[in-house]
C-alpha cells in the first residue's frame, strides 16, 4: 500500500489546479483571432507548469502518475464534449467540413501542449506499463467521441457532394477537401483501413454511379469521336482530382472505376456504332479521332483487343473489295476482248491493283504507326489481313505472278523514286505466302527481255528481296544480272573481233547474250534448220567464243531469238521484226514463190506445233505477209503458201507477234518441282539436328522453316516423307510408327 506525504498531495492539487487553469486559457486561445501570438505569451507563462509536472512524476507513485495520466484524458474529453461537438452539431454540408477542418486543427494543437506538459510522464511511467501513448489516447478520444458519433456519418457524404459538384463543372475549395481527407488518414494512425473503408469505398462506390449514369445518357445522344473527347476529358479531370486532394493509391483506383464504366462497359457497344464507330473512322481516315481511342483503351486491360479485331476486319474487307473489283473488271474484258484475255490478264488492271494494295498497306500502315504508337498487336492484325487477300488469286492469276507484273513494269518505268516503290513492294511482297513463285514469274518476264542498260535498279530490287529472304533467295537473279554485264562487256569484244578480222564478217549485224544454265530458267530448245545467212553468224560467234574460254559449250536457244529483216513489198519497203523461227521461215520464199506446210516444215526441221505457230502469225493473223491456200483462219497439212508481195501498212516497222505459249503453267510445274527437293532438304536437314523425331513436330517444324519462302502442304510434306523412308534417309520407329529416325 502506497502512502504519500502531505507536501506531495498539496503538490498535486497545485499541479492540477495549474493544469486546469492553462487548459482553459489554451481553449480560449484557440477560440480567439490572434493565435499564434497569444499561444507565444502562453508558452512563457506556463513555465511553472512544466516544473510542476516534472516534480510530481519525479515522486515515483503509481498513483500519482495515474492520477496524471487520467487528467490528461479527461482534458481532452471535456474539450470534445464541451466545445468541438457543439460546434460541429450546428454545421452541415460544406460548412460542416469547414468547421472540422478547423476543430482537427485546434484539437492537434491542443494534444500537442499536453503532450509537451506531460513530456515527463510519457517518457517515464507509459513505457513500463503497456499503455497507449499521449497521441494515441488523443486520437482515440476524437475516434470514440467525434469521429464515431458524427463525424464518419456526414463528413463522406459532404465530401463526395463537392467532389461531384466539381465534374459537373462547378468551383470547388480543393484544399477543403484535401485537409478532410488527411483527417481520415491520421486518425488511421499509419493505417489505412480507416480510412480505404469509410472514405475510398463510399467514394468509389459514387464515381461507378456518377459514371454510369453519364455513360447511358452519353452513349445514346454522342456519336463515338464525341464520347470519347468526353471520356478523355473526364479522366484527365479524375486524375488531377486523384493528384491534388487524394491519397495515392486512390488516384489508381479512382481512375480505374471511372475507365471500367466508361470504356470497359460500352466498349463493344461504342466501337461498332453504325456510323461513327471505328470502322467509319478508318474509312474517313479520322487520324486524330483514333489516336484517341488507342490512347485511352490502351489503359484498361485487353482493350486494344476488340479495336485490333475491327483493324483487322475492316484491313481485310477493304482489301477484299479491291480484288472483288479486280476480277470484276477482268470479266468484263473477257467478254469484250476473248483473244486478249486469253493470253492473260491486262497487264494495265494487274498494275493497278497492286499499286492499290499498296496505297491500301501504306494508309493502314500509317494507321499502326501514327495512330496505334507502333504497337505489335495491330502490326500482327495487319499482316494477318493483308495474308488473306493478297494471297487471292484474281481469275486464275496467283498474287505471286501480279507483284512480277508490277516489279516489271516499275523496272521499266522512269521518273519515280525506284528505292522508296520497292520498298513499298517488297512490304507488300512480305505477306505473299509463293514467294518462290514471285521469284520465277520474275525471272521469266523480266531480266533477259529488258534492253536497259542500267541494271542498278534491278539490284535495288533484290537487295531488298535479298535483306528479307536471304541470300539463298535471290542468288539465281543476282547470277543473271551478272550474266547480263558480262554480255555487255562480251558484245564489246565481239564488235571488235569482227572489225578486226573482215573475213570473219558475216555481213549481218549479230548480238549474242549468252546465260549461265544453272541461273536461268530452262528454255525450249530445239533443232532450227537456220538459211544460210544466219548459220554463218552462228559459226563466226563460236569461233570467236572458242577463242575465249576452251571449257564452255554453246547450246543455242533460237526460240527467243529476234530478227529484223528487210520486206521488199510492190507497195514499199517494210522492216519486219520478227522472231528467229518467223524470220527463218519467211527467208525460205528468197529461193521459192510457193511451198507446202510439208516442204516448209522438211526445211526448218521444227516440230508440228512450231510450225503451226509459225505460219498461223505469217498467214491468218494480223499480219498476212504469207498467201495460204485455201484461206481459212486454220493451218493443215495440205496447205500451201505463197510470198505476199502486195502487202502493205501504214507503218514503215512492224512487229509480227508470234502467239505466245503458255509460259504461266511451265513455271508453275517448275516450282512444284523445286518445292519437292525444298521439302526434301528440310526434312533431312531437321532429322539430322534431331536424330529422333515425331511426326507432329517434323510437320510442324517444315511448315515453320518452309514458310518463309512458301506455304508447304502437309500432304506433299508427308508425301516426301515416306520418299525420303524409300530412299532409306529416315526410318520409322519400331515401337511407334509416328516416331522417325534419321539414318546417317
Known amino acids: ?111 500537442g501542449w499536453l503532450s509537451n506538459f506531460f513530456g515527463y510522464l510519457e517518457r517515464q511511467y507509459i513505457p513500463g506499463n503497456s499503455i497507449p501513448t499521449l497521441s494515441d489516447v488523443g486520437i482515440n478520444c476524437f475516434t470514440h467521441m467525434v469521429y464515431g458519433q458524427i463525424m464518419c456519418a456526414i463528413a463522406s457524404p459532404a465530401v463526395i457532394s463537392l467532389i461531384d459538384k466539381e465534374r459537373d463543372g462547378m468551383k470547388i475549395d480543393r484544399t477543403l477537401v484535401m485537409r478532410v481527407f488527411r483527417i481520415f488518414v491520421e486518425l488511421g494512425k499509419g493505417s489505412m483501413d480507416l480510412y480505404e473503408k469509410d472514405f475510398e469505398k ?66 463493344t457497344e461504342l466501337l461498332e456504332k453504325e456510323s461513327s464507330g471505328l470502322k ?40 477484299m473489295a479491291l480484288v472483288k473489283q479486280a476480277g470484276d473488271h477482268e470479266s468484263s474484258k473477257k467478254v469484250e476482248n476473248k483473244d486478249h484475255v486469253a493470253a492473260g490478264l491486262l497487264q494495265e488492271a494487274q498494275v493497278l491493283l497492286i499499286g492499290r494494295f499498296i496505297e491500301l498497306h501504306d494508309k493502314c500502315l500509317g494507321y499502326v504507326k501514327d495512330c496505334f504508337q507502333n504497337d505489335s498487336l495491330f502490326f500482327r492484325a495487319l499482316k494477318e489481313a493483308f495474308e488473306v487477300f493478297c494471297n487471292k488469286s484474281i481469275t486464275a492469276t496467283s498474287p505471286a505472278e501480279l507483284l512480277a507484273v508490277y516489279c516489271d513494269f516499275i523496272l521499266k518505268r522512269g521518273g519515280i523514286d525506284h528505292g522508296t516503290t520497292f520498298e513499298q513492294v517488297v512490304k507488300l511482297f ?32 533484290m537487295a531488298k528481296l535479298k535483306q528479307h529472304c536471304g541470300g539463298l533467295f535471290t542468288s539465281k537473279m543476282e547470277g543473271m544480272v551478272t550474266d547480263l554485264t558480262i554480255f555487255r562487256d562480251m558484245q564489246k569484244s565481239f564488235e571488235e573481233f569482227i572489225q578486226s578480222n573482215s573475213e570473219a564478217n558475216p555481213g549481218i549485224d549479230l548480238t549474242v547474250t549468252v546465260l549461265t544454265t544453272g541461273a536461268w530458267p530452262s528454255y525450249k530448245t530445239c533443232n532450227l534448220n537456220l538459211p544460210p545467212e544466219m548459220l554463218r553468224c552462228v559459226e563466226v560467234f563460236e569461233e570467236f567464243y572458242r577463242s575465249r574460254t576452251k571449257r564452255r559449250r554453246l547450246s543455242w536457244v533460237y526460240s527467243l531469238g529476234t530478227c529484223k529483216i528487210i520486206g521488199h513489198f510492190e507497195p514499199k519497203t517494210m522492216e519486219l521484226l520478227l522472231n528467229t523461227f518467223q524470220a527463218a521461215a519467211l527467208l525460205l520464199f528468197n529461193s521459192s514463190d510457193r511451198m507446202s506446210y510439208s516442204e516448209i516444215k522438211d526445211q526448218l526441221g521444227l516440230t508440228d506445233e ?135
Open 430 to 461: 512480305t505477306h505473299v505466302n509463293e514467294k518462290d513463285l514471285f521469284a520465277e514469274f520474275h525471272r521469266a518476264r523480266r531480266l533477259l527481255f529488258d534492253k536497259n542498260d542500267s541494271d542498278e535498279h534491278e539490284k535495288c530490287l
Open 202 to 267: 463510399p467514394m468509389l462506390d459514387d464515381a461507378r454511379d456518377y459514371y454510369s449514369r453519364k455513360a447511358s445518357i452519353w452513349i445514346s445522344e454522342c456519336s463515338c469521336p464525341e464520347f470519347m473527347a468526353k471520356v478523355e476529358e473526364c479522366l484527365i479531370g479524375e486524375e488531377k482530382r486523384g493528384r491534388c486532394y487524394m491519397y495515392h493509391t486512390t488516384e489508381k483506383k479512382l481512375v480505374s472505376r471511372v475507365e471500367n464504366e466508361l470504356l470497359v462497359v460500352h466498349e
Open 1 to 111: 500500500m502506497e502512502t504519500h506525504n502531505t507536501e506531495d498531495v498539496t503538490l498535486m492539487e497545485e499541479v492540477v489546479t495549474m493544469m486546469m487553469e492553462a487548459f482553459k486559457e489554451l481553449c480560449s486561445i484557440l477560440e480567439g483571432n490572434q493565435i499564434s501570438k497569444d499561444l507565444f505569451n502562453f508558452e512563457k507563462s506556463t513555465w511553472r507548469l512544466y516544473s510542476g509536472v516534472y516534480s510530481l512524476c519525479r515522486v515515483n507513485s503509481n498513483l500519482c502518475n495515474s492520477m496524471m495520466y487520467s487528467t490528461y484524458g479527461d482534458l481532452l474529453k471535456e474539450y470534445i464534449h464541451g466545445t468541438l461537438l457543439q460546434s460541429l452539431r450546428l454545421k452541415q454540408g460544406e460548412f460542416f467540413l469547414k468547421e472540422l477542418v478547423t476543430r482537427w486543427a485546434h484539437y492537434k494543437l491542443i494534444v
Open 280 to 319: 467509319s473512322l478508318l474509312r474517313d481516315n479520322k487520324v486524330d479521332d483514333l489516336a484517341r481511342i488507342y490512347r485511352l483503351f490502351s489503359r484498361v486491360h485487353d482493350g486494344l483487343k476488340l479495336i485490333s479485331i475491327l483493324f483487322k476486319e475492316h484491313v481485310t474487307c477493304e482489301g
Open 610 to 744: 512450231d510450225v503451226n505457230r509459225v505460219l498461223h502469225s505469217l498467214s491468218c493473223a494480223k499480219y498476212k505477209i504469207l498467201n495460204k491456200e485455201p484461206d481459212s483462219e486454220n493451218i493443215s497439212e495440205t496447205d500451201y503458201f505463197s510470198f505476199n508481195s502486195k502487202f502493205t501498212d501504214r507503218m514503215r516497222r512492224i512487229k509480227v507477234p508470234l502467239p505466245q505459249v503458255d509460259e504461266r503453267k511451265k513455271v508453275v510445274e517448275g516450282v512444284a518441282k523445286d518445292r519437292r527437293y525444298a521439302v526434301d532438304a528440310a526434312i533431312v536437314r531437321i532429322m539430322k539436328h534431331h536424330k529422333v523425331l515425331g511426326h507432329q513436330q517434323l510437320m510442324s517444324e517444315c511448315d515453320e522453316y518452309l514458310g518463309r519462302i512458301f506455304k508447304p502442304d502437309f500432304k506433299l510434306i508427308k508425301k516426301r516423307i515416306e520418299d525420303l523412308i524409300g530412299r532409306e534417309y529416315l526410318e520409322r520407329d519400331a515401337n511407334d510408327s509416328n516416331v522417325y529416325r534419321y539414318i546417317a
